[in-house]
């Protein structure tokens, strides 16, 4: 190993090494991150060979994870329904798009967050009504489903639609026609699904919360994808591509120091490519020079989120409010209504309380929760 500015692994300074699977190695201005048996398949290395135009846009240096994108972008062709698995914010709605964008179908893709759905008019959203159906009903709607019709139905956390949704759901993807409330006749739609949830939704189907035959009809082809603090060989690819999209004028022409390189590579992104886009944008916005230093990225991850005990699930008493440390708890509901897209629901349940105290603490902290609604 040889370099002007020297050689380290995992921080020490080397001449020669003997290398362990994910150990990082600094040589001059590189960072790279050894995996011991990275191309042992050669099936899996040729993976890495795929034409541009067969993934579109979805870039990864993982030979597993390139295999997975390429089937989905063969299976995007045909009408087979698509279910993507995954953590809040590993990507599913850009996959979601790109599986359209492969589909050559005419219509829209409708974008659909089951979880910011209104209870009560929650069938009227997704399969429209007819005027008079209830009182405020004074013209026809077509709903979310007839919107797609010719194209995609992108139904994002799936696993948050109540039971009779689910029922109604699974007549529109058995018979191909949707029923409008207050309607007599059914209307025929052609459509594809993609779904996307973050729950365990098999899991959920054997605890009666999910439809058996609705999961079935979903899951014609099911795609998990990585979260980031398991996919680290692909930070350059996916920085690159975020500095890109950025809206701060110059961000897609900043580089790094060596310092912020091994900071982003050190990072567990429990909140994943969504908090890194975040951490990026703040970055690029302090950058007052051509390089991002790691003063510019400020932590945002919450570590592991681990899912609240059932004895945690009770609401909390006055006292609780006044002595958690205001400025945290606001940080937390923030990160976690960007997590959940603005859901009340979710947040609570990761917090282990009320939807009332989380909109008690929204309206104390003056949360604006319809901007995280994206």
């Known amino acids: 190993m040889g370099s002007r500015n020297g050689s380290h692994v995992n921080d020490k300074r080397v001449t020669k090494a003997a290398l362990r699977d994910g150990d ?12 011991a048996g990275l191309l042992s398949s050669p099936a899996a290395g040729a993976d890495l060979d795929l034409p541009p135009s067969e993934v579109g846009d979805l870039s990864t240096l993982v030979p597993s994870l390139a295999e997975n994108l390429y089937a989905l972008t063969r299976i995007a062709r ?14 599913k709605e850009v996959l979601a798009r790109n599986v359209h ?19 009560s008019l929650l069938e009227s959203q997704l399969f429209g009504h007819v005027k008079g159906a209830f009182t405020g009903a004074v013209r026809d709607e077509p709903g979310y ?40 006749n059914p209307i025929k739609v052609d459509l594809r699904v993609v779904a996307a949830t973050h729950k365990p939704l098999d899991k959920m189907a054997l605890r009666g919360e999910l439809r058996v035959d609705l999961l079935a009809r979903l899951s014609g082809h099911r795609h998990t994808l990585t979260p980031l603090r398991e996919r680290l060989e692909d930070m350059g690819i996916l920085v690159r591509d975020l500095l890109r999209r950025s809206k701060v004028p110059g961000a897609s022409e900043l580089g790094f120091t060596i310092q912020a390189g091994k900071w982003l590579l050190s990072q567990p992104w429990s ?11 703040v970055a690029a916005v302090l950058a007052d020079g051509p390089l991002i230093e790691r003063a510019h990225l400020v932590e945002r991850s919450l570590g592991p989120l681990a899912p609240p005990s059932e004895e945690s699930v009770v609401a909390p008493e006055p006292e609780e409010e006044r002595e958690t440390a205001p400025d945290a708890l606001r ?12 859901n009340v629901s979710g947040v ?15 309206q104390r902290f003056s949360i604006d929760a319809d901007a995280y609604r994206l």
């Open 101 to 119: 964008a492969h589909s050559g179908r005419a219509g829209p893709l409708v974008a659909v967050n089951c979880g910011a759905l209104t209870a």
């Open 145 to 184: 489903v007839r919107r797609a019709d010719g194209g995609t139905l992108f139904l994002d956390e799936v696993g948050d639609l109540p039971l009779p949704a689910q029922a109604a759901l699974l007549r529109v993807l058995e018979e191909n026609e949707v029923a409008p409330v207050g309607g007599t």
């Open 331 to 342: 940080g937390r509901i923030v990160a976690l209504l960007e997590k959940h897209r603005g």
């Open 78 to 91: 045909a009408h087979i329904p698509v279910l993507l698995l995954g953590e809040s914010g590993t990507g």
């Open 348 to 362: 609570a349940r990761d917090m282990g309380k009320s939807r009332v105290q989380i909109h008690r603490w929204i």
């Open 271 to 281: 909140l994943n490519i969504r908090e890194l886009s975040q951490v990026l944008g």
């Open 24 to 35: 990082f190695i600094e040589l001059g201005h590189v960072i790279l991150r050894y995996r």
